[in-house]
């Protein structure tokens, strides 16, 4: 038999929308090289507080933007080239189509070199990742959202997505705490909503302010005075690490069942993907298996509150 | 599957077609013991072998690579490729085989198939050899002392032959170039019995079965036994880094010197680093050694239990060797047998 040599190296290429005829669709582009990030651009930049900024971008690939569905919840991989990567909740909510927002916080090399980016520039974008909020389950359904500082980025997502299809859901009760007047991100919105019956507002913030008139205290106050119809609510919850606890205890005690109550957990994901491991909490991965995850769910992972 | 028999005798010119073939990788002696290395001349394969110090992992993960190269100024990815070479790594033990079973469950059956990894896979023969166990083995705990699955080739010695199990034509028919392969004799098949029991009863029987060993290790994870382990542990990540089932890595942009153009880099990682688990903001999630050996041992014995319904470690003895500070998968098996012992009431 004659002997082939095959000493030939083959070829992979990280470039997926040229190496192939006919063209890919979007959907096959990402999933070619889950690691490359599309080329975006950045349409509005819209500063909420003095450390955290609102991003609009677009994705400039046509196919690659039609096929990025994302639900509330989920988070994107921004990449600055030469700087690096970080995952980033998406703060619009899926009906924005075309577009995705970010709410970003000046906290490291990357996020400090998005801030100084202007309209018109590129970042790189990979994504959607993760388990989001169950939109759809919740539907018909009472809904009680909880959201402490920051955590409010990824819970405007649902937020703003329940506003645009209210007609499918009975009561929505938001209660957001900030540590002060300043760092109530959105607050325009919330002003504007708080007049709106179809939505109950709690608005607090940690410590009394002279600029401020509203509740102070903690968001778990605002339980002494909610009414809860426990068998027919979801709740969410998303914050900062020590929130979940005595939030979900609130929850619980007011009868909501562990696997209607739901909470986002932030944690260094670097691929996205359920590998490089940086987001293991347990034996789950808070990129693929949450960042949402319910109560129950929450309770069996070893190490997770 | 199909069994052949070769003789003994025949290996050489087996391991020179494959080398005619390919990229040809197997054991070689090195100073401190056995490595995979690139070998061109038949005669430096050293098939008699019980550990390498890393595992073959590093053709499939190599420690550092590049994901793609950017233009900086630009902000975009520029067209960049990977080549990779058709390879055959001879002489692969059970356990190693089944650890790339495992890495193929992250890596390839995953919700995001990897393209690097799964390229490597696909180009690479995997040409296993049976082996005798060492004093730190216990493969034989764990199911990986055979490899049913995930090697193109499986060479059991019996006797003066080899009986030779074969997944892939690729495999099968390089056998038939170079050998002279018969179908195997029913005296042939009571060698194989015969050698098989004969590893089994190797085994260094100090090394404990613990059968509950995931359940253990929720019921005991406040545990003062982690404490001792992380005031014990240097956060030097040798475990990982011979472990062929360690898969965790980091992800991170290098400039070229000129500033302009720049690599995306994929480097392996090890969840005992000290800043594995830390946040933007500075909260460290598994802040202490006691947390992270802890974490680790949890992933491998419980924690992918969980998701793949697989231990993560498959006995292979490597970090056995590489701690210094004798933190290993036999200290926590004997500690969790002690554990059982005592809610025995013994």
């Given at each position: ?13 990280v470039?997926?929308?040229q ?9 096959e ?11 975006a ?5 819209t ?10 971008m ?27 990567e ?20 000046r ?11 202007q ?18 389950e919740?539907?018909?359904h ?16 649902l ?7 209210r ?5 929505v ?15 325009q ?8 019956p ?16 509203g ?15 426990a ?29 209607r ?6 944690r ?13 909490i ?24 | 599957?199909?069994?052949r ?17 390919y990229e040809?990788?197997?054991p070689?002696k090195?100073?401190?013991?056995y ?29 550092e ?8 100024e630009?902000?975009?990815?520029t ?15 059970p356990?190693d ?6 890495l193929?469950?992250?890596y ?9 990894y ?6 690479t ?15 034989n ?5 055979e ?14 032959k080899?009986?030779i ?9 390089t ?42 290790m ?5 545990d003062e036994?982690?404490?001792?382990l ?14 062929p ?15 302009k ?6 480097s ?6 000290p ?5 933007a ?10 947390r ?8 491998k014995?419980?924690?992918?239990t ?5 231990q993560?470690?498959v ?18 098996l004997?500690?969790f ?5 005592e809610?025995?009431?013994?």
């Open positions: 038999m004659e002997s082939r040599k095959r000493t030939a190296p083959t070829t992979l290429s470039m997926t929308e190496s192939f005829t006919p063209p890919l669709t979007g959907e582009m990402m999933a070619a090289n889950p690691y490359r990030p599309w080329s651009r950045i349409t509005s930049i500063p909420l507080t003095e450390k955290e900024t609102l991003f609009e677009r994705i400039i690939d046509d196919r690659v933007r039609e096929a990025f569905h994302h639900h509330p919840g989920q988070f994107v991989c921004v990449s600055i080239f030469g700087v690096g970080v995952p980033i909740s998406i703060s619009s909510s899926p009906s924005k189509s075309g577009f995705i927002e970010i709410c970003v916080r906290a490291g090399e990357v996020t400090t070199a998005l801030h100084n980016m309209c018109g520039d590129i970042v790189g974008l990979r994504g959607p990742y993760g388990t989001p909020f169950p939109f759809e919740m539907k018909g009472d809904v009680l959202l909880v959201a402490g500082g920051l955590g409010i980025a990824p819970l405007r997502s937020i703003n997505n329940i506003h645009d299809q007609s499918e859901f009975e009561k009760t938001i209660v957001y705490g900030a540590k002060t007047p300043g760092e109530i991100m959105f607050r919105q919330f002003e504007q909503w708080s007049h709106r179809d939505f109950d507002f709690y608005l607090t913030i940690d410590k009394p302010h002279p600029d401020w008139t509740h102070v205290g903690m968001v778990t106050e605002a339980f002494k005075t909610l009414e809860v119809d068998d027919n609510t979801y709740g969410a919850i998303c914050g900062p690490p020590v929130m979940y606890r005595f939030v979900v205890e609130e929850m619980a005690k007011k009868g909501i069942s562990y696997d109550i739901f909470m986002s957990f932030e260094h994901m670097k691929c996205g993907m359920g590998r490089c491991g940086h987001c293991q347990g034996h789950q991965y808070v990129c693929l298996d949450g960042p949402v995850f319910n109560y129950w769910e929450a309770k069996n992972i070893q190490g997770s509150m | 599957m199909l069994y028999v070769i003789d003994t005798d025949e290996l050489s010119s087996l391991i020179r077609g494959f080398m005619d073939d040809f990788i197997a070689v090195a100073d401190r013991g490595v995979f290395e690139v070998v061109d001349d038949p005669s430096k394969v050293e098939l008699d072998y019980v550990t390498t110090i890393t595992s073959p992992k590093k053709y499939f993960l190599p420690s690579e590049v994901l793609m190269r950017y233009s900086a630009e902000n975009e990815i067209d960049y490729s990977v080549d990779i070479k058709p390879r055959v790594i001879f002489g692969v033990h356990c085989i089944n650890a790339l079973n495992r193929d469950l992250v390839k059956d995953a919700p995001y198939p990897d393209p690097y799964i390229k490597r896979r696909e180009n023969l995997i040409i296993g050899m049976s082996c005798m166990p060492g004093p730190n083995c216990f493969c705990l764990f199911g990986t002392d490899a049913r699955m995930g090697a193109d080739m499986f060479m059991q010695k019996i006797g003066d080899y009986i199990s074969l997944s892939s034509v690729e495999a099968s028919s056998l038939e170039r170079y050998c002279n392969p018969q179908r195997a004799t029913d005296e042939d098949r009571k060698e194989f019995r015969r050698a098989t029991r004969e590893r089994e009863a190797a085994f260094n029987k100090d090394i404990p079965h613990v059968q509950e060993i995931a359940m253990m929720d019921v005991f994870h406040r036994f982690w404490t001792e992380g005031n014990r542990c240097q956060s030097c990540s040798a475990c990982a880094s011979v472990c089932t360690c898969f965790c890595f980091d992800i991170f942009d290098r400039l070229d010197p000129d500033g153009n720049g690599s995306r880099i994929r392996w990682d090890a969840c005992t680093s800043e594995f688990a830390l946040v903001g500075g909260h460290n999630f598994r802040g202490d050694n006691r992270r050996v802890r974490h680790r041992f949890y992933h014995l419980n924690g992918f969980g998701s793949h319904d697989y993560l470690c006995g292979c003895g490597r970090c056995v060797t590489a701690c210094k500070a004798n933190i290993n998968p036999i200290e926590v004997k500690f047998d002690r554990k059982g012992a809610q025995d009431g013994e």
